[in-house]
């Protein structure tokens, strides 16, 4: 907006209004639409001149609008009444777009976006200003601190698979250096967050002393501006390579705005416009591009020094020495146990003690080793499977486990030491079906808890010698304490057939009936 003050003064002092137009850049209708009070007023050219004081004066008077906008904006008495609850949206850093919205649709007011946006610059310029301040990080040490991040570089086309993925970029920024760190992703899970930062590290040669980076889950569990809870898999890297994590606030950018501007940088010079024929091709020529092309790129925020040259020179040598073994990536998990005293891990499910039914547990995978905890002490620890289950029966209470820790071998072997008539016995049980027979096999072995050894050896080969070597036999064999002598044995098959269809003799038949 031209100054009238200005264009007053001018005026007063004798230019016509052509030259007016053509100094001062202002059309000549508007030039006549902001004279005509002055000349109403009275005011003359040449006449006694008037100060810019005395003119703003005037000008407040004659065009009001230009004090205050409000005066001309048809939709600031509608916005008006809800200066609080714009205060309260302000106060907690809702954008103006949202604000708008927010007005439009859930109080029905009829003002654009721009209105809305105006408005608010002119009743809480104090407020829009402190938002908009910015303070100026001072320099950082040198292998002080890391910034890191994703970001999405495009669609790619595998030559494997003939699908499209998307590409996405992980950078690590050292902060003192500028020098950078990029390695295409297709997935962003737990291990390729781990093993960016292992392939960061070898190729720094060494580590940053702080690692700044988002609120991730395959980061931080929790965020939290004071106290965030780092991810276990992702505190145990860090444990291994001496460095602290340090979160950036949520939906704060600007936390780590060295890594933040580099990834239009990377998607540009990088990505745009190149073909990959595998995910690996792709690896290795981000490393060459990060050395070749980013690392001597002149940065303007190095006054022109190039960021490779400056890491070698002076960020290098301030890097921590990196650990002498290289780092074992665990994978994390969490989990309720289950009435069947299993937790389940990935695709598979794993015992733990029977006493910890219901109880949520946190699981280890490293290599092929799974480790449950409950708490900080390992309950389990089991060969790692890809599906199906790995059940530890000493998990089990021992009264639920008897029939499943009683096997078919088991049986063999406990017959051996009973003696040969009872193999023979178990071996019957065994040889066809062993499954639908093992109750009884158990049950035969289980006597002679009760009759002993020898017992059930004798009854064994009792139950051989009629031809009913089954558990009811054998057990009334034993009841009868005939496993020595010559009783018929009672209760089996073989009674019934050794007996026949008569269980009585012919003498005791009536063979003097009477002829009908």
């Given at each position: 907006?031209f100054?009238?003050?200005?264009?007053?003064?001018?005026?007063?002092?004798g230019?016509?209004?052509?030259?007016?137009?053509?100094?001062?850049?202002?059309?000549?209708?508007?030039?006549?639409?902001y004279?005509?009070?002055?000349?109403a007023?009275?005011?003359?050219?040449?006449?006694?001149?008037?100060?810019?004081?005395?003119?703003?004066?005037?000008?407040?008077?004659?065009?009001?609008?230009l004090?205050?906008p409000g005066?001309?904006?048809?939709?600031?008495?509608?916005?008006?009444?809800?200066?609080?609850?714009?205060?309260?949206?302000?106060?907690?850093?809702?954008?103006?777009?949202?604000?708008?919205?927010?007005?439009?649709?859930?109080?029905?007011?009829?003002?654009?976006?721009?209105?809305?946006r105006?408005?608010?610059?002119?009743?809480?310029?104090?407020?829009?200003?402190?938002?908009r301040?910015?303070?100026?990080?001072?320099?950082?040490?040198?292998?002080?601190e890391?910034?890191?991040?994703?970001g999405?570089?495009?669609?790619?086309?595998?030559?494997?698979?003939?699908?499209r993925?998307?590409?996405?970029?992980?950078?690590?920024?050292l902060?003192?250096?500028?020098?950078?760190?990029?390695?295409?992703?297709?997935?962003?899970?737990?291990?390729t967050?781990?093993?960016?930062?292992?392939?960061a590290?070898?190729?720094?040669?060494?580590?940053?002393?702080?690692?700044?980076?988002?609120?991730?889950?395959?980061?931080?569990?929790?965020?939290?501006?004071?106290?965030?809870?780092?991810?276990?898999?992702?505190?145990?890297?860090?444990?291994?390579?001496?460095?602290?994590?340090?979160?950036?606030?949520?939906?704060k950018?600007?936390?780590?705005?060295?890594?933040?501007?580099?990834?239009?940088?990377?998607?540009?010079?990088?990505?745009r416009?190149?073909?990959?024929?595998?995910?690996?091709?792709?690896?290795?020529?981000?490393?060459?591009?990060?050395?070749?092309?980013?690392?001597?790129?002149?940065?303007?925020?190095?006054?022109?020094?190039?960021?490779?040259?400056?890491?070698?020179?002076?960020?290098?040598p301030?890097?921590?020495?990196?650990?002498?073994?290289?780092?074992?990536?665990?994978?994390?998990?969490?989990?309720?146990?289950g009435?069947?005293?299993?937790?389940?891990?990935?695709?598979?499910?794993?015992?733990?003690?029977?006493?910890?039914?219901?109880q949520?547990?946190?699981?280890?995978?490293?290599?092929?080793?799974?480790?449950?905890?409950?708490g900080?002490?390992?309950?389990?620890?089991?060969?790692?499977?890809?599906?199906?289950?790995s059940?530890?029966?000493s998990?089990?209470?021992p009264?639920?486990?008897?029939?499943?820790?009683?096997?078919?071998?088991?049986?063999?072997?406990?017959a051996?030491l009973?003696?040969?008539?009872?193999?023979?016995?178990?071996?019957?049980?065994?040889?066809?079906?062993?499954i639908?027979?093992?109750?009884?096999?158990?049950?035969?072995?289980?006597?002679?808890?009760?009759?002993g050894?020898?017992?059930?050896?004798?009854?064994?080969?009792?139950?051989?010698?009629?031809?009913?070597?089954?558990?009811?036999t054998?057990?009334?064999?034993?009841?009868?304490g005939?496993?020595?002598?010559?009783?018929?044995?009672?209760?089996?098959?073989?009674?019934?057939?050794?007996?026949?269809?008569?269980?009585?003799?012919?003498?005791?038949?009536?063979?003097?009936?009477?002829?009908?």
């Amino acid at each position: 907006m031209f100054d009238l003050v200005e264009l007053f003064t001018h005026w007063q002092a004798g230019r016509s209004q052509v030259q007016l137009s053509e100094s001062l850049g202002i059309d000549r209708k508007t030039i006549r639409k902001y004279l005509a009070p002055v000349i109403a007023a009275g005011i003359e050219p040449g006449g006694e001149p008037l100060g810019a004081e005395a003119w703003a004066e005037l000008i407040v008077g004659w065009f009001p609008e230009l004090e205050d906008p409000g005066v001309r904006a048809s939709t600031w008495p509608l916005i008006a009444p809800h200066r609080d609850r714009i205060k309260g949206w302000l106060d907690a850093e809702v954008t103006v777009a949202t604000i708008a919205q927010r007005l439009r649709d859930d109080h029905q007011v009829a003002a654009s976006q721009s209105s809305v946006r105006r408005w608010i610059a002119t009743h809480f310029a104090e407020e829009v200003a402190r938002q908009r301040v910015s303070v100026p990080r001072g320099p950082v040490e040198p292998g002080s601190e890391a910034q890191i991040d994703y970001g999405r570089l495009g669609m790619w086309l595998d030559p494997a698979t003939a699908k499209r993925v998307a590409v996405w970029a992980f950078v690590m920024v050292l902060a003192c250096s500028r020098h950078l760190f990029v390695r295409p992703v297709i997935r962003m899970d737990q291990t390729t967050w781990c093993t960016c930062h292992v392939e960061a590290f070898e190729y720094f040669g060494g580590v940053p002393a702080r690692l700044v980076c988002d609120n991730l889950k395959t980061g931080v569990d929790r965020p939290d501006l004071y106290d965030p809870k780092i991810n276990r898999t992702y505190a145990e890297l860090a444990a291994h390579y001496r460095c602290l994590v340090d979160p950036a606030r949520a939906f704060k950018p600007k936390d780590k705005p060295r890594v933040e501007r580099p990834i239009t940088y990377v998607r540009d010079s990088f990505w745009r416009g190149r073909q990959f024929g595998s995910l690996t091709e792709m690896q290795q020529a981000a490393i060459t591009w990060s050395t070749e092309v980013a690392g001597l790129r002149h940065s303007r925020a190095l006054e022109g020094a190039r960021p490779l040259r400056v890491f070698e020179a002076v960020e290098a040598p301030a890097l921590i020495t990196l650990a002498p073994r290289p780092f074992e990536l665990s994978i994390w998990s969490i989990g309720t146990v289950g009435v069947d005293t299993h937790l389940k891990v990935g695709k598979a499910l794993y015992s733990v003690p029977w006493r910890l039914i219901g109880q949520r547990l946190h699981a280890r995978t490293a290599g092929d080793v799974v480790q449950i905890f409950a708490g900080a002490d390992v309950v389990a620890t089991h060969v790692r499977r890809f599906s199906g289950r790995s059940t530890d029966y000493s998990h089990y209470p021992p009264e639920k486990i008897a029939f499943a820790m009683r096997t078919p071998s088991w049986c063999r072997q406990t017959a051996q030491l009973v003696g040969p008539a009872c193999q023979e016995v178990i071996a019957g049980f065994m040889a066809d079906n062993a499954i639908h027979h093992l109750r009884a096999a158990q049950g035969v072995l289980g006597l002679r808890d009760k009759h002993g050894c020898e017992r059930l050896e004798a009854a064994c080969a009792r139950a051989l010698v009629v031809g009913d070597p089954s558990y009811r036999t054998i057990k009334g064999i034993l009841v009868a304490g005939t496993e020595h002598g010559d009783e018929q044995p009672t209760g089996g098959r073989g009674a019934a057939a050794t007996a026949g269809a008569c269980l009585r003799g012919p003498d005791q038949f009536d063979t003097n009936l009477p002829v009908a």
